[in-house]
């Protein structure tokens, strides 16, 4: 310890910028001689996950090949810091088995045969497909369906210049439950809470180790804990979450709303509500329930009979239904009191993408923040759209005209996002057909309920014309497409990325490693591909490109948006289109990047990441612009018009912008619920899930009085479900895995590659005496799985739980797979719709460019359990409700491990039971969904309107 060299070049964190041209480090593999290493720095975002960390790249500069990737100490929201994923890039961009060529399919759609094609025939094919379609009418049937999303703005505005409706999205997998609790209160649909200045901090799922913005969020979260905010989860899981909490609260799940209201219960109870807050910036004058009319009555008369409406939520009733008990819900409720405004919380999946009324939860949490006022402050709840920046582009593209029913169908009006995990079935009702789909980063087959369904769909030429799979690795959804097209990891291509990570708004640059350090050696690239591993695109260049070859002599309209603002009639650049928005649409950054004798373009690509601003908290209570004021006039319920549009809101007598809500203020009282047809859900409620006990009671006809059928269908177990009545936690992942692209990253596999059964103990004796290691089989409503039990008392009784992110599988033994993290299959169509699966060979060591994989000593993929489920569409927000009622019983002599069998004619029957709960549109005045709740990709006004309701 003593020899190391003064200059710290020996070993070092997060190196200064000064150095990152020239870093010297000795070399690992040379130890114990002291040889040095010299490295060109250059800074990137990570790919990973949707935090979007900063990055450094590590480029060897004798090689010129990457060589690691670290964290970069000039990214406002990571702050140098990295999850396990963020460094595993660097297998990811090495992986011998990655896509790195177009390819064609050149046998039947999934049957593994590919041969090697052009960029050039791509661009030809897809451009004039689609040209066709659209110069028929039929943009429609052009569809984009997007994963992981790298970037804001640019599909959409590629879209939209296109002319068409054709953005889909996998958000109703994922978050829109949460989406709508929190933007029926405020508009925007994502909390940004200011963790590290909280006192009391509530997370409702495992948040800290693996949730939304991961890492940023999670080293905030330690901020907080080391400055003495009390920390609270909510999970049935111990999750390592968990575990770091004062108080883990093991809900029942899906009766979190439940004991959230519990907790407004004791704090209205206690008279410990902030009442100027809430009076000032809540619509409770607006506010109607059980028979009482808050217009012309007083505020304390309001409070009292909110009061009264929470009465039922007794701790005790709470108690009953989440088995949280009832002194811990009380003790944590008035720390959320005394935290007051420094009172901050987090849900996102967990209770809300797992149930049934899954946006309740964010509902009921949200009316703690309103009771505390700990909305828009230090240390409290936060609006993503006050931490977030989406700079502007030029030359933005007017909004579509029409709007697609395969997105957004009538039954659901109050979706979020599009109704993407029902494609198949709205395909096989007949609602429409595709001509050219695109998945980007998507492995539907894997990471969606029903997968079967999307084999089904995906394999049919008649409705699906022709299929791109865009993605940097093989997966089971690229098998059915057409073309494979390699899009490249976080150091092989530009984008640019904002989350709301901490109690400011940056923007981040993800860029190709390899062109950036070429092109400042003085090399000229048209295309990045020509710089990256094989012929690895960027789907910025691909896009432009696209775009080009649908209008090709511009007579479309199209091609004016991928011209170049600088050279007219020329074809844009990435440099260009960056540049441009640096230039033009960052504040602060021209200056800033000035100061260093840089361009803000430079600027971007040696620092990676700038901070826009700290001014972040109490955005709604700034002042309406003058510009704004003008003609505007005041109407009676105190918004601020101006031509009929909201602008503001009258508070203590001064004209504020307020929230993008109806009322601009936070909406207690929703009246949007009550004109779509759900009257009795104006306020937050709490009303059980899918897989509540009654409706596992009910399910084998023993439905008690507390089952509510209005809400729920029951389950028809198919004929041959035997076992015992559980509920399946399906939703939690492992902390290092990251959806399909964790097949190709060999270290995170290394470390977890086994997903079993989570039994506790009690359940265990129940079910005859399971221990670690039996084989089970779960039965759900449309099939079966058989995978290993794990005995732990980590787990709530009563439920059984599987991780996803593992159990993936692959058709070919040897080509065009990822051999590391899949069971080679056999895959069989028994009788129609009915499928079965047996893996005839796990993981196992084999020879490739990489020298480790004959090194691998895991012999487990895990087992797909996704791909039995049936779709559970909630009839509000449109979210599938991903946990499962199953039955759980010890696996048979026949049952091997990793067996699958679905029968997608019974997940067509519940996808129609489920349907049935929804209650469509039309809204008032013939509205297909509410004028102000956002949509992706918006269309112009007129096609929100169904013609002749
Ligand atoms: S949290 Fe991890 S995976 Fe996500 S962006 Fe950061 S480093 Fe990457």
Known sequence: MTDFKRDGSHLAYCPPVEKWDDWVELDAEAWPRRVEK????????CFNCESACGLLAYVDKETGKVAKFEGNPMHPASRGRLCAKGPATINQIHDPDRVLYPMKRSGARGAGKWTRTSWEDVLQTFGTRIRKAIQEGRGEEVMYHVGRPGHDFIMERTLQAWGIDGHNSHTNVCSSSARLGYLLWHYADRPSPDHANARFILLLSAHLES????????????????AGAKLAVMDPRLSNTASMADYWMPTYPGTEAAVLLAMAKVILDENRFDATFVKNWTNWEELEVDGFKAKGQSFDALMEALKKHYAQFTPQFAEKESGVKADIIVKTAREIATAGSRFASHLWRGSASGNLGGWQ?????MLLHVLTGSVGTEGGHNLNAWNKFVPKTFKVPPPQKNWNEL???QEWPLCTHEMSFLLPHFLKEGRGRIEAYFTRVFNPVWTYPDGFSWIE???????LGLHAALTPTWSETAWFADYVLPMGFSSERHDLMSQESYAGKWIGFRQPVNRVLRERGGEKFEYTYQTNPGEVWEEDEFWINLSWAIDPDGSMGIRQYFESPYRPGQKLTVDEYYGWIFDNSVPGLPETAKKEGLTPLQYMRRYGAFEVTRDVYKQNEKPVAAAQLAGSKVEANGVVTKAGKPVGVMIEDQAVVGYNTPSRKLELFSKTMADWKWPEFTLPEYYRSHIHRSAQAASVGQAGEDFDAKYMPVVDWPKDARGEVYTLLPIFRLPNLIHTRSGNAKFLYEISHKNPLWVNPVDAKKLGGIRTGDLMKVHTEIGYFVLHAWVTEGLTPGVVACSHHLGRWRINKEDQVERMSSAWVDLKEVGKGQWKMRQIESVSPYESADPE??????SDAGVHQDITFPVHPDPISGM????QMVRVEKAGADDRYGDIFVDTNLSFAVYQRWKALARPAPGPG????PLWIPRVVRPEEAAFYIKNP
């Open 38 to 45: 010299h490295y060109s720095l250059v800074p990137t975002v």
């Open 211 to 226: 949730g939304h913005y991961f890492n940023p969020h999670a080293q905030r979260i330690i901020d907080g804990k080391m």
């Open 361 to 365: 939860p964010a509902r009921a949490l």
């Open 407 to 409: 997105l957004y169908p």
């Open 457 to 463: 769909m995906l394999r049919d030429e008649e409705k």
């Open 853 to 858: 994989t004959k090194r691998v000593w895991w």
């Open 880 to 883: 599938h409700c991903w946990h």
């Open 926 to 929: 013939g509205l297909r969904r």
